[in-house]
Each structure stands twice: as C-alpha cells, then as structure tokens.
C-alpha cells in the first residue's frame, strides 16, 4: 500500500472509528450490559523485559513472531531478541518441552471434552460439543506458549477440513483433534494422512464407513478415495485419473465406524460406551482383488493391508511433495508461492519422507520466507487472535468474540466443504468492516466476556510511542503516529490500520 493510499486509509478510518464510537455511545441500554466482564479471567504475565522493536521496518525478530505466531504479545518482542531467532524456533519446534500452564488453564474447565474412549461423547448433546471445540481452539491460539504448534494445528486442520455438522462426525470430531491433528502437526506427514484415514469423524464425513462391496456388481463409494487425492496429497492437478480414484476406493473398502445405536451393521450387540465411534475392518465387505494406483500394484489379499499400500503410494508421489510445499509457502510466505521456495521445501519434505519439522526448517530458511515480511494479509481468526495477543487481553473465548468470527466468516471447525477455509487473502478482503469494529469493540471493552488494560497498557509499556512499536512491530512511520494522536482513538485505529492487518 503507497503512503498516500495510506494516508488516506488512516484519514477515513479515524472518521469512521469516531463515527461509530458516537453510534456505540448512543446505544446506552446495550453497552451497559456488553461492559460487564465476564472472562477468563486469565491474561499473560508481563514478567519480562517489555522493550519494543526500534527498527523503522519489520526485522528478522518481528518477522519471525509474525509469521510462526498468531501475533506477538508485550514483552514477546523482547524475549525472542535476547533468546535468537533460531533458538525461537527450535524452542518452537520441540513444544512437549514448553510449559503451557497458563493455556492449560484456560482450557482446563473443557478438559473433560476430550473423552477417550471416543464413546462417551456419544452420551453429551450433541449441540455442545462444536462451540467447545471452537472456544478450546480460540484460547489455545490467545494464550498458548507453543504458538508454531497451534498455527500448525490450524494449517491441518484445514487442509483435513471436516465439518462436525455431518452425522456422527458431531461425536467424533473432538477426537479427530486430539489424536489426528494435534498428535501430528510437527509430526510426520504419512502418520497423519493415515490416521485421517482411520479417524471416524472422516470416515462418516466423507462416507468412508459406507464404501463397501458386498457382491461383484456393487460399486464402491468414492467420496474420500476422490478427496484423499485431490485434497489431502496429490491436488487436482496431480495426475491422478478417474480410474485412480476406483481403484482407491476398491482399496479402502470395509473399514466402518460402529454408529451411536447399538449394533454394528450386522446386528451384533454392542457395549454402548465402548464400541461407540470405534473404526473397524469387515474383510467381508473389502474387495481383496488385485488393483492398480498411479501405476503401482496393490497385490491382492492383503485385506486391511491395502490401506497402508495407498498411504505408501500417494504420500510419496511427486505431486504430494508439490502440493503440500505449496500450501506451506501459501501460508507462511505468499498467496502467490515463490517457485524457489517451493521447489526446496518439496525436496524437504521428499528427502525426509514428509517429516513435518524438517520441512518447516527448510522453508524458514528460504530467502523468500526471509523477504516476504508484513507481506500477507491475516485471515480474520488470525487477526482477531493477534489483536487479543498483542493487548493482553483477558478472553472467555465466548459468544463476544466467536460473534465477530461469524459475521467475517472464519469461526473454526465450520467450514462446510472439505477443501478447508481458502488461505489466500482475495477471499477475506470483504472482512474489513467487521475488522474495524472489531477493532474498535476491543480498544473500548465492549465484547462481551473479553477485557483489556485499555488505560495501563500505554503506561506499561511505556508511553504511546512503545504502544504504536509494540503493535505494529516496528517503529510507526510519520502519518502513522500522526493519526494515532489525532483520532482521539489510537488503539482501535491502530488495531484497525493496515499494518496491523497484515503480518
């Protein structure tokens, strides 16, 4: 964005802040009750050092917050400066070694959603179960320490998007999370594609439990056979053909998931708590003959075995190395992957057999990934995380927040289509409105369940010039601090500026 465009922005954003704030005073039965906190009551402790960045650009420190974070925090800046940015991301890449005390308490009054065995969700309203995964995702994003590991969560949990909304999957989606996505997200990538294979909340969204060949005419479901290859490895362009996805299909035949009543399909009894949800192989509706995947042969009578074969052979393919370094280049350097990039994260993720950390070291070192700071516009989740990170806010991660994620389109776990949410920023462009007052909802306490220090942050930080830096990962540029001390509404304009929309 040029510095007149800039200007320009800044101009008519401070109007229209202004002119909303008047609008949100005037509605004086409504603000009474949004400013009754109601929050965690949990906010990061500021136990160190709080020196903003001093550079006028955004430097290799802020660089590296923005991009393997959902946003710096106060005194975030500081610690990864002294510590270095690549002990930051060793630090981040080994997250069982981090303590996450305060992220646990956030999440801890939810801990009990996490059922093992998979069957006693069965036993909970439905209707309560997605808002739980939605606020334990929103809290693990504001207040967890092991950022890296939970923007990778989201980047898989979009790219094996399922939507809870579909049949058992209601039941079964909390344990996708937990034993799916976040077992594997700096795993490795043949583990996780197997495991999303066998998840019964995949199985029932994308009809797996139902591809079955009971006798030689019937033909298999290819539903997820299709989306396995176009979405999950190979991608659209990947070379696979139609008589691929069949013969996929063919492969994964039998594997099913015992539903919510009593019985397994074949009207045996099951015990309501433990068979619940479980994913099993029936050899008796699996076609065992020979078939053929992107020229290979999966031999004939290896029963459940074939499964494995076909993990084998798409997670290997070329165009699964191509695919999945796009996507990563996607989400960490540009919307328009630099083909350099691409091309040394796929011969990573190739050479180490889709480990997922080694993968990650290559692209950061990538001197795109190095060039491409402030380049890439947040998608509102990260945004409204960033937001709530760079305040210090105190969340309940409840329907005030989750409310503005609806009206930008973003709330986690309820994209419809298996294609996951988009990550380029076209898409999201049309959120901005709904930035702003959000924004200005923030900077004003007046979100429902969500509280800043909105007087004693500038004093803690040290003054408003520390406040501008802090946000903006840099020093603020002169029309930048201009309309900061103008608007009579710093905070939410910066909160609201085009710097901070971007990272």
Known sequence: MSSTSRREFLITGASALALSAAIFQSVQGWLGEARQY?????????????TPPENPEIDPVAHALNRWTFGPGPGDYARVAALGVDAFLEEQLAPEKIDDGLCDRATARFSEAWWEPVGEAYEEDDETLSPILRRVALLRAVYSQRQLFEVMCEFWSDHFNIDPGKGDARYTKIADDQNVIRKHALGNFRGMLRASALSPAMLWYLDGRANVKRSPDEKPNENYARELMELHTLGVHGGYTQQDVMEVARCLTGWTVLAKKNDDFSGKLLSPFKDRGKVVFRKEVHDDGVKHVLGQEVSPGLGEGDLDRVIEIVAAHPSTTQFIATKLCVRFISDDAPPAAVAAVARAFADSQGDIKTTLRALFATPEFRSSAGAKFKRPFHFIVSALRATNAETDADRGVISYLERMGH?????????????????????LLWRWKFALALAHNRIKGTRIERDGLPRLLGGDAALMATLLNRQPQADESDAFLKSGDGLALLLASPAFQCC
Request: hydrophobic share 35%; glycine share 12%.
């Open 38 to 50: 109601a929050g965690a009551g949990l906010k990061r402790p500021l136990d160190g050092p709080l």
């Open 411 to 431: 709330v986690p776990f309820r994209f419809p289509t298996p294609d996951g949410y988009p990550a380029r920023a076209q898409h999201w462009h049309a959120t």
